[in-house]
């Protein structure tokens, strides 16, 4: 167990405290219907500048003079001349659509536009997410270039992959706090256990960012916003979507998808409030099966989301609570005189504390808190045919429970020196607890930094972003120091290049040390022996968003990226017992690849092209030097968007080609040991929604969803993961059409 010395976390912060506060005048910047414009900023022509908080307020020395150009993302700017003599100014900013930019939160100091941003994030808006008409998270970035979805039916759930690296590398988070699910703090979460009804929009930070968000975050980070109450008057949302599953549907409860909620908030004063409650019914897909059996397992999910915020001049603070109820059903077969069925119940809870103290016009302070309880139960029903009575079993082996404990804690300084230079010192803690009836007796790992990262713009062209993360782990020696360094050059106006470094490191989890299953299909067992990954990434990109030519405005961002991974965690048989399957440390791994986003807007039509193609590093060829050292597959996705103005309705299209997989196992004929590729076929998949507002209140979604008709795919493979191979891949359930209808009152 380590040791931690408060002395050197809190004097930093003290003087950080301490500093003196300069005579000041006030700037308040308003829309032209009077709201105030969060994060405005003021340049003068000194070179100085000083940006606002999130209720528009501008603060900046007594007495300055200077003639100051005020601006703000998607406004006009506007000068202002100081009288010298006045303490308050009032500045009304004039909207310009036209060069409205996404703002992103992720990795930054403060909210900025994504171009303006050191790292490479794409964002999903709430106006994207509304039009693909999403039931679970998975609906949403099924067309994303470089996302890979696996579905676990066993289990009832699906993992994910970005850019070549698993799950267990990516990072997710909510409003910045990092999630806790069945593998464990922050590692492959199941994103359908989301409410998706909650989502404002998704950042996807592609590239290491292990020194702010830590372990897991070798691949990248998804960050999850969730809506805020912005209005005085109560705003309630309603929200109902009936979907057929293949051909199987009934109204409203059993066979099909079934979703609704209700969504409430409102401002008091300084205070906003929310309440959330949201349900889905999935009734299974049976497939090819019959009897009581499916292939796409039956799915209740029940969500409660509150929230209660303060926003004061200088202190804001945002409390958030979530529950998740899921239970999943496993039916037995048909059996003369018991039938054996299993439910997989989840409950979590999930409390998230967010807030920000501004205590003087270039020092602020940020924390992130997250306290999750997560439970997951495996319980065994018996059905008696001939009486008709249904009981769990009693019987010790046919039940189990595994809980996770995850507490995380980050505190951030946000620190401006001077219009060039920022430095964002913190501090990060993590605690993970896991227990239960197949996880052996542990005490839990914990995980403490230190990180300190900095932007430097010495120029108005080039921005430097180094940081440096010091982690010390009760189970492991994490290395001395994990550096990373992104940087922005603006080669041209509108031309950006960026180029990244990151060491990473992560630990393994709860679940990959000591969790041991054994039943009738599967044989798994932890490793207490593994080692930590750590990796060495490099990521760039080039971006090019020329000005608007008429109505045309379009954007082009040319990436490339390459991961180093060493001692990462994969599953193999043992060699003991080939019948277990166990986690190893692979010496070497690596994953490598290009990808392109072209996006263009023309009158009404919204459209982006994407395109990835990603290498994955062929363990066997360093036994087989005749096969290749990486195996290529290629990504094509395309979302459009037109609107028809005299119906006012649009349609959406969504498109994503996922290419073959290919990769190699070991064959033996007698002394000689050959390489085999084998592959995973490739497959299409296609989603088409049609969105109409009625009486500006009513907004209605019809379409379809798997156009194509898309339900598994085939593998050549004869081995299998730690949930059973085959030939075959479980990708979807078929056709299906559905109908959603949302009411917003006192919009």
Sequence with gaps: ????????????????????????????????????IPFAYALFENGKGQAGNELGKIIFPKGEKEKTRISALGFKSQWLIPTGQDTTYKVKLEADVREMEEVVVTGSFEPQSARNSVYQIRTIDQGIIAKRAPIILQDVLNTQVGIRFSQDNALGSSNMELLGMSGQNVKILIDGVPMVGRQGTSNEINLNQIDVNQIERVEIVEGPMSVVYGADA??????????????????????????????????????????????????????????????????????DLTGRQFQWLPRNQDFINGKAGWEGEKLSLDYQLDFLNETVYSYGVEAPLEILDLHFVTNRWMHRLLGKWDLSPTLAINWQGGLTNYNRDSETWIS????????????????????????????????????????????????????GDRISSNQGMEDFAVFLTGEWSPTESIQIRPGLRKAS?????????????????????RLDLRLAYAKGFRAPSIRELYFDFFDASHSIQGNPDLKAETSDSFNGSLNWSPKSNGNLKTSSVLGFFYNDVKDRIAYGQDPENIQITTLFNVENYKTTGLTLNQSFFLGNLESSLGFSYIGRYNQISEEIETSPSMVWTPEISSNSSYLIEPWGTSINLFYKYTGALPSYQTVTDGETITAQEVKQDGYHWMDITFGKTIWKQLQVNLGVKNILNV????????????????????????????LGLNYQLNK
Excluded: C
């Design 384 to 435: 008696n045919v001939r009486t008709g009575e249904v009981y769990q079993s009693s019987v010790a082996s046919a039940n189990s429970s595994i809980d996770y404990d995850g507490f995380s804690w980050r505190t951030m300084a946000n620190w401006t020196l001077s219009p060039k230079l920022k430095i964002q010192p913190g501090i990060d803690l993590n605690i993970e607890k896991g227990s």
């Design 711 to 738: 339900t598994q795919i085939n593998s050549t493979s004869t081995g299998g993961d730690a949930h059973g191979g085959g030939s075959s891949r479980p990708i979807g359930y078929g056709r299906s059409y559905f």
């Design 1 to 36: 167990m380590f040791r931690i010395n408060l002395n050197k976390i809190i004097t930093p912060i003290l003087i950080l405290f301490t500093l003196p506060a300069l005579a000041q005048e006030v700037i308040w910047v308003e829309s032209e219907d009077g709201n105030p």
């Design 218 to 287: 070798l691949a990248g980070v998804i960050n999850i916003i969730t809506k805020k109450a912005g209005e005085e008057n109560w705003k309630v949302n309603l929200k109902i979507q009936e979907e057929t599953v293949g051909n199987s549907y009934s109204p409203l409860l059993d066979a099909g998808n079934h979703s609704r909620g209700i969504n409430a908030s409102k401002k008091i004063g300084n205070w906003n409030f929310g309440l959330g409650l949201s349900q889905t019914r999935f009734g299974g897909w049976k497939g």
């Design 473 to 493: 782990n009760s189970l492991y020696d994490a290395p001395a120091v994990i550096p990373s360094l992104n940087t922005k050059f603006r080669l041209a106006e």
